[in-house]
């Protein structure tokens, strides 16, 4: 059989694993897998699921090897490649109007400014996809491979304000790719980026109504108020949500929650933490996140935070250790923060714990989130205040795996500058509680 040659470069081999005990290294190509062209990394991961593989793998010598491997139902290989993908990164063709990245400044990393829209890191990162980019092709290996969930960013449901919205004349047509997921029994999440006088009020409950259709396989959709940065010159003049505003959103999102739940048992819409800050009103209950399927959306990350908190507490004994710790965070979190710190101070009465929220002056002061803070910002609202032994940071404010802020300011670096030992620390209430007492 004549195969065409799609080749993977293998970057690193596991030890103990079956590619190591079969003589695969660094540097040998994939080139097929029962006889399989493999396009990219859902491919790799459906066809090496199998017991009896044949790989084809080509050395840096242009020698081929064939091996037969036999292994247990999912047992993986124990290869990665210099592609995680094992493709090219697929970027955006939209140009939305409340786009995060066209609000950023000029100046960052290359990376920042890169928009990806690719269908694959929704399964693999929990990434929000248009679907604009997706084909029938890629359609139908999600659906034979029965690949799930896919997260989708819906924003509307009205097919012309979606066009106008994403600037795309086939955004529109794409959402009937949602009635093939549906139709293929593929579960989603979605998501709908609510900007003022835009996607809200009328139109909102056009879209609530739309995508409760496709329940049960639709699990669950967030509503979050658009980002908007001081970076916005020459670009779609949206406008802020008020107080007003986001009671009217949560109106609207608690009357169909309850309608939705009598019919189905399931919440399924679901408002972003902000909107409850800025309304003004108490955060729901962990019951009414039907399992907290959002929390990337920042949808119910205040509420888990404070009832891992609460938990954790609750097993601790209170001692007379002296412990002075700083804390930094953004300006949304900082209420919960601070009310956790006072409860550790209570319990623990040798223990002092500073809170500081830190204004976003490098996007803009409506930028409330702590993962958006900058090394800079920090630095310079932390001179000079009270920062005790440690100061600790969410890990939300660094980029993934590293100790390196958005503006690639590193932690050393804010060491030195603040004359404090940084400590960064997990996202769980669990773990904000092990920090302070960890001294």
Known sequence: MSIKKHEHVIKRVLPDSIAKEMGIEPGDKLISINENEVEDVFDYHFFVNDEELTLLIQKPDGEEWELEIEKDYEEDLGIEFEQGLMDEYRSCRNKCMFCFIDQMPKGMRETLYFKDDDSRLSFLQGNYVTLTNMSDHDIDRIMNYHLEPINISFHTMNPDLRCRMLHNRFAGEALKKVDKLYEGGIQMNGQIVLCKGVNDGEELEHSIRELTKYIPFLQSVSVVPVGLTKYREGLYPLLPFDREDAQKVLETIHRWQALIYKEYGIHFIHGGDEWYILAGQELPKEDQYDGYLQLENGVGMLRLLEDEFLKAYDKTKGD?????????TGVLAYPYIRRMAERLEGRFQRTKIYIYPIQN????????????????DLIAQLQGRKLGERLLLPCNMFRSGEDVFLDDITRSEVEDALQVRV?????????????????
């Open 320 to 328: 007379n250790k002296v412990r002075e710790v700083s804390i930094a």
């Open 361 to 376: 002056d490098f996007f803009g002061e409506m930028i409330t989130v702590s993962g958006l803070i900058t090394g800079q």
């Open 423 to 439: 400590d960064i620390v997990k996202s769980s209430g669990r773990d904000f509680v092990e920090a302070v007492l960890s001294v």
